[in-house]
């Protein structure tokens, strides 16, 4: 069952249509992930499904008991965060307030979901440490175990390995893969890294400027012309290679599967 | 010690106080949050704003609250929107209007009665110019701001620290930064007569930047701030009562030695 449908949204951004009849669906369970170059409308897409910008045209709709506002959300990290003096318990606890009426006070179940979310992900030590002293890929543990404290089905994440390092890179995407499966939680990624992205992810949405759009199953994707032209990009690297030469595989097979 | 209990046999120091302490507890914690998402000079832009009000307030004889707090109470969620909205640059905003409040109102002021102290105790502040109704809106608002921080306090994290976060998991982060803005405009309009309007947003900015010096928690920054507002408050008014200096600035000055003694504390401290 689709958790999100989007349907045939329309986004504009500064009076300028950046979407057009977009429509994609993402199922429980899936790992979606957004690609595409700057400027493709990526960010405007996101703030659409969050519902931080309505959409001028269409819809995104929510299922299967998911509301908008309980979408854990892992925002690109901002400058302003950096310095912050705030525990790493205070920002976590943040997440529940989504539950919650006018006030927000905490009780010991948000308490409880907060201690688990962080041993998930392995920061319970940090507990009490200033977020703003903690290394990149920690942050984004935090944040994202403020955001699993927000939501138990759906997570958005922005550019979650932006900035980090090779280590904290790979480290990040191990988490979100295990998220996924082991706990059945549902991703929607926006990335840049579009080896990782084909690498990990199960569905690809491409944005392009010039308006062409993919989506589909990652197979498809690495074999359609949107994914080719942007997977094989004259990169040696080993990973490059070696799609390059299953695309040709693949390409290979299909004409000789239509004479 | 004498010189300090005898500063309680004037009236005019104990409406002094009982005005101030109020604002200076305000000012710290509206001062936390403003200072923490970048909008300092928003406190400073009102500040002038309320100089206008006030010049205005004078030259045509009205009550000089009647007109500053709507005037600046609007200019407050003039400069909201204007900080907001990446397209225009925030910054200098403010600076313009700002500075064009101050001309306008230097201008009003001379033509209504010529360049005279009362100028210099607008923009210095002084001791002698509270009232009893300051004091009643002085206690009233402080109850306002301390109930809302108990209540709404989480969300006044969620808000200040991650605003599109709280606005993705829905809270309505238009409604807290306009509350917030509303306060700090009539905590700024209450505190300019003693203070003055050149001094008036020290009150906002130091206590939550010389708390950031050791604090490292919301929560800590958020008491410390509001503890030590309170204290530099006393402290000045008692020093320039007993050492004839003025008010405002030596509150000022008291802030500026707190902020010092809590930069070295918080030096010796991470360097251990």
Redesign the interface.
């Known amino acids: 069952m689709a958790l999100l449908t989007c349907n045939k949204a329309t986004m504009s951004y500064d009076g300028r249509v950046v979407l057009k009849d977009l429509s994609f669906k993402v199922n429980a369970g899936n790992y979606l992930c957004i690609v595409g170059e700057n400027g493709s409308g990526k960010s405007t897409l996101m703030k659409g499904i969050l519902g931080l910008l309505p959409p001028a045209g269409g819809s995104f709709d929510f299922s299967d008991g998911l509301q908008q506002k309980e979408i854990g959300y892992l925002p690109q990290q901002s400058a302003i965060q950096r310095d912050f003096p705030a525990s790493v318990w205070e920002v976590v606890m943040s997440g529940v307030l989504n539950k919650k009426g006018f006030g927000g006070f905490y009780n010991r179940a948000d308490r409880e979901k907060a201690v688990s979310n962080m041993e998930k992900l392995n920061i319970t030590k940090l507990k009490k440490r200033c977020y703003g002293e903690l290394s990149g890929g920690q942050q984004q543990r935090v944040l994202l175990a403020r955001a699993l404290c927000a939501t138990g089905k759906l997570i958005l994440l922005d550019e979650p390995v932006a900035g980090l390092d090779p280590i904290a890179t790979n480290d990040m995407y191990e988490i979100i893969n295990d998220l996924n499966r082991k706990e059945g939680i549902t991703v929607i990624m926006v990335s840049h890294d579009i080896v990782s992205a084909v690498d990990h992810a199960d569905h690809i949405l491409h944005l392009s400027s010039s308006g062409e759009v993919f989506f589909g199953s990652t197979s498809d994707y690495t074999h359609s012309d949107l994914g080719s032209r942007f997977l094989f990009h004259n990169c040696s690297c080993n990973v490059c290679r070696m799609k390059e030469h299953n695309h040709h595989i693949y390409a290979q097979n299909h004409r000789e599967g239509e004479v | 010690m004498e010189g300090f209990f005898e500063m309680f046999s004037y009236s005019f120091m104990i409406r002094a106080l009982v005005v101030g302490i109020p604002v200076a507890l305000c000012a710290a914690l509206l001062g936390v949050s403003l200072v ?3 909008y300092s000079m928003i406190g400073d832009g009102l500040s002038h704003v309320g100089f206008g009000a006030l010049a205005i307030a004078a030259a045509f004889n009205l009550a000089p609250l009647h007109v500053a707090v709507p005037i600046v109470v609007i200019a407050a969620f003039l400069l909201l929107r204007l900080s907001e909205n990446s397209k225009i640059n925030g910054d200098s905003a403010i600076a313009i209007i700002s500075s064009s409040a101050l001309a306008i109102g230097v201008i009003i002021a001379t033509m209504a009665n010529g360049m005279n102290t009362d100028i210099n105790s607008y923009l210095f502040g002084s001791i002698l110019a509270t009232s009893d109704s300051d004091a009643v809106l002085s206690l009233i608002l402080s109850a306002v701001v301390i109930v809302l921080f108990i ?2 306090y ?2 006044i ?2 808000v200040t ?2 605003e ?8 309505k982060t238009n409604v807290y930064n306009m509350v917030i803005a509303l306060l700090t405009a009539l905590t700024i309009v209450l505190g300019m007569r003693i203070m003055g309007t050149l001094l008036i947003s020290s009150l906002i900015i130091f206590p939550a930047l010389t ?2 010096r050791v ?7 958020i008491v410390c701030s509001a503890i030590l507002s309170v204290v530099c408050f006393v402290v000045g008014v008692s020093a320039s009562y007993m050492l004839e200096t003025p008010t405002g600035a030596s509150i000022v000055a008291t802030n500026i030695v707190a902020f010092v003694l809590f930069w070295i504390v918080g030096k010796v401290k991470n360097s251990n």
């Open positions: 923490l998402k970048r209540f709404c989480n969300r994290f969620a620290f991650d599109t976060f709280a606005r993705a998991t829905g809270t708390s950031m604090c490292k928690t919301f929560k800590k920054v």
